[in-house]
């Protein structure tokens, strides 16, 4: 980042440039918060629940068969039929469906007969309707599993709150849906999160892969733990699996007060505007459902102490939610000195910006955001892989802010060398079709095992 000029600026963003020290004791904490998630004594009052997937086993590559699974988890919804013929030979189909937003905060039974609509005209449209095929659902909430096709909501998150859900299992709630609709045989077999979803399905190609990782509308990780330490699964001691998949749900982290020391005002505004107050600390200095509305949020504050756009005035950018995370990207994108997408945005906004100034600090507002995400991601895997204590992991990652932001993969890369120890070697892999694919090999996975 160059130098900011404006000290009111300045000011803003001090707080986002977290320095090293702390972020080395984000990572501290983070275990701390990890360790009680897994003890069965502190699993209830734990922050990050890192709950049992009662996964396993990651593929081998000897799967085979016809699988369905169902991908939900934030802004788009999608059925996939995933064919298995030989090693490493997996052909996937699929659709995307429109998820219309009402849905979001409607009744259980309406998101579920949607759901069930989707899957019966994707059954119709490739003549699955009679085949019995066992399907994998990828439901990327919180979850406390009870076993790979049992799962109850813990609580919605991403703006979701869908009434009737919470402490349901969501596999009852889709099976009965797709019995009282009666047009196709489908049978539910395994739960997971898009995180595992993500992890299983670059595992199936690369066979050094144990942390899965998400940074798009949310956040969240899961990584390979010894099974002997997720004391939350009935045979920690006795299963003859040495590993179990552990969905570490790390966007709780802080929400016990433990960020204070790197939360910023601005946070604490985003938070109270957000249907889950108090909830997703660490989630909402992260993710792409917050990145933008940060940057709204400094930008409109910087323009009504007259720092920037000064004489300037938008009643768009009064609205919240105008600032789109993926504008981050697009300005962001422009070489330094050249301000082609940032003119684009400022057009959106109905800003005309005729002072360089101007474009140049929106850009430095955009970086202290990002790169402020990306400084907590990386305390998080790095958290992860001092966990497992190995040497070597490649880690599986998707969602569209690691997609699409030009320097985010770099910046997490960088921040990650900095805070591991010297020798460590890992590999951010981006996962292609990861979660919903990772579902089918879940549900390849059950039926072989049964
Ligand atoms: N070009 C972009 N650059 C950065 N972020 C973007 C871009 N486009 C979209 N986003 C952000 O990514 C989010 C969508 O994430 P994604 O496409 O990974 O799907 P999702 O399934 O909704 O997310 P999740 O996996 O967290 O449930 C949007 O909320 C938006 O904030």
Not at 248 to 276: H, M, Q, S
Not at 302 to 323: D, I, P, T, W
Not at 389 to 410: C, F, K, L, M
Not at 413 to 431: I, R
Request: glycine share 8%.
């Amino acid at each position: 980042m160059g130098t900011i000029n404006h000290p009111d600026l300045q000011l803003a963003l001090k707080d986002f440039l977290i320095e090293e020290e702390k972020l080395t004791q984000v990572v501290y904490r983070m275990t701390k918060e990890m360790k009680m998630g897994l003890s069965k004594e502190t699993h209830a009052r734990a922050a990050v629940k890192c709950f049992v997937t009662y996964v396993q086993d990651l593929p081998t590559g000897k799967e085979r068969g016809k699988f369905l699974a169902l991908d939900l988890g934030g802004s788009n919804f999608r059925v996939l039929l995933v064919i298995i013929r030989g090693d490493s030979d997996l052909q996937t189909e699929s659709r995307t469906y429109v998820f219309p937003e009402t849905l979001m905060t409607g009744t259980a039974k309406e998101l579920f007969d949607f759901i069930t609509e989707c899957l019966v005209q994707f059954c119709r449209q490739f003549g699955l309707e009679n085949e019995g095929l066992p399907l994998g659902f990828t439901f990327s909430f919180p979850c406390h599993q009870q076993g790979l096709s049992k799962g109850t909501l813990v609580a919605w998150t991403k703006g979701f709150r869908v009434e009737g859900v919470v402490g349901r299992n969501v596999v009852e709630l889709l099976q009965e849906a797709i019995t009282r609709r009666g047009e196709i045989s489908v049978t539910v077999v395994a739960l997971i999160n898009d995180t595992v979803g993500t992890l299983l399905s670059t595992a199936y190609f690369n066979n050094n892969c144990r942390i899965g990782l998400i940074v798009g509308t949310g956040t969240n990780a899961c990584y390979v733990e010894k099974t002997v330490n997720a004391e939350c699964f009935e045979g920690y001691q006795t299963s003859p699996k040495p590993y179990m998949v552990i969905n570490t749900e790390w966007g709780a982290f802080g929400d016990n007060g433990v960020l204070e020391f790197v939360r910023t005002p601005y946070d604490k505004v985003i938070d109270k505007e957000t249907v889950n107050p108090g909830r997703q600390t660490f989630e909402k200095c992260i993710s792409g459902m917050y990145m933008g509305e940060m940057v709204r949020l400094i930008l409109i504050d910087m323009m009504a102490k007259g720092v920037m756009f000064r004489n300037e005035s938008s009643e768009k950018l009064l609205q919240r939610g105008s600032f789109s995370t993926s504008y981050i990207s697009d300005i962001e994108s422009d070489a330094p000195g050249e301000y082609r997408m940032c003119n684009k945005v400022l057009h959106n906004l109905g800003l005309r910006g005729n002072q360089e100034s101007d474009r140049l600090n929106l850009r430095y507002i955009c970086e202290a955001v990002s790169s402020r995400s990306a400084k907590l991601c990386a305390c998080g895997l790095v958290t992860l892989i001092n966990k497992m204590n190995i040497n070597e992991v490649a880690i599986a990652v998707d969602g569209s802010v690691y997609r699409y932001h030009p320097t985010y993969p770099s910046m997490l890369e960088h921040h990650m060398k900095k805070l591991l120890k010297p020798g460590v070697k890992f590999e951010l892999v981006c996962s292609e079709d990861g979660s919903g694919r990772g579902a089918a090999l879940a549900a390849a996975t059950t039926v072989k095992n049964k």
